[in-house]
T-cell receptor
Framework: DQQVKQNSPSLSVQEGRISILNCDYTNSMFDYFLWYKKYPAEGPTFLISISSIKDKNEDGRFTVFLNKSAKHLSLHIVPSQPGDSAVYFCAASRSGGYQKVTFGTGTKLQVIP | EPEVTQTPSHQVTQMGQEVILRCVPISNHLYFYWYRQILGQKVEFLVSFYNNEISEKSEIFDDQFSVERPDGSNFTLKIRSTKLEDSAMYFC????????????FGDGTRLSIL
């Protein structure tokens, strides 16, 4: 049941450059999308989200883009820092209080100093 | 910043034994969730809980599983008779009530069934 797909299991980027993480979804009922960051031995940490009424949301160095027609979203990190090295999960849900979140498989980002 | 706390961080249990995983959600949140992640696999939804009842559960959440909010702060997941395949990281999450609210996760309990 691959409703949320992250096709790149890993990504290496030089410090200071842009990191672009991609995600595709198949369920048209999803209208709320999130990115979580996860370090080993910790839980997923909420990073940034976007609702389907927007196509871009920005928070500091992090920007999420949503292309509804392509069912595609991406996370841009500019500039990338070594502390950004972690596994990034794309996730999606339907809006509403108790809706479950469906996670992708994650992309391991390594930022090289 | 408020956070979700989970105890214990690691639980080792013999197969067939009961186990209770505990969570303290963020204090003003009213929606609570359990997820699990088997090693090497995706984070999977187990159950959501609101107003003292289950809102939704996955097919993983069978009769061996139950959740409870025994008081105003704790939220628990009980597995009645553990199986080897229950070995996983179990994450508790909570979220606010209005509109588009992200779920915030605890650091998880690693459950190892022997």
């Amino acid at each position: 049941d691959q409703q949320v797909k992250q096709n790149s299991p890993s990504l290496s980027v030089q410090e200071g450059r842009i990191s672009i993480l991609n995600c595709d979804y198949t369920n048209s009922m999803f209208d709320y999308f999130l990115w979580y960051k996860k370090y080993p031995a910790e839980g997923p940490t909420f990073l940034i989200s976007i609702s389907s009424i927007k196509d871009k949301n920005e928070d500091g160095r992090f920007t999420v883009f949503l292309n509804k027609s392509a069912k595609h979203l991406s996370l841009h990190i500019v500039p990338s820092q070594p502390g950004d090295s972690a596994v990034y999960f794309c996730a999606a849900s339907r809006s509403g209080g108790y809706q479950k979140v469906t996670f992708g498989t994650g992309t391991k980002l390594q930022v090289i100093p | 910043e408020p956070e979700v706390t989970q105890t214990p961080s690691h639980q080792v249990t013999q197969m067939g034994q009961e186990v209770i995983l505990r969570c303290v959600p963020i204090s003003n949140h009213l929606y609570f969730y359990w997820y699990r992640q088997i090693l090497g696999q995706k984070v999977e939804f187990l159950v959501s809980f609101y107003n003292n009842e289950i809102s939704e559960k996955s097919e993983i959440f069978d009769d061996q599983f139950s959740v409870e909010r025994p008081d105003g702060s704790n939220f628990t997941l009980k597995i009645r008779s553990t199986k080897l395949e229950d070995s996983a990281m179990y994450f508790c999450a909570s979220s606010g009530t209005a509109g588009y609210q992200p779920q915030h996760f605890g650091d998880g309990t690693r459950l190892s069934i022997l």
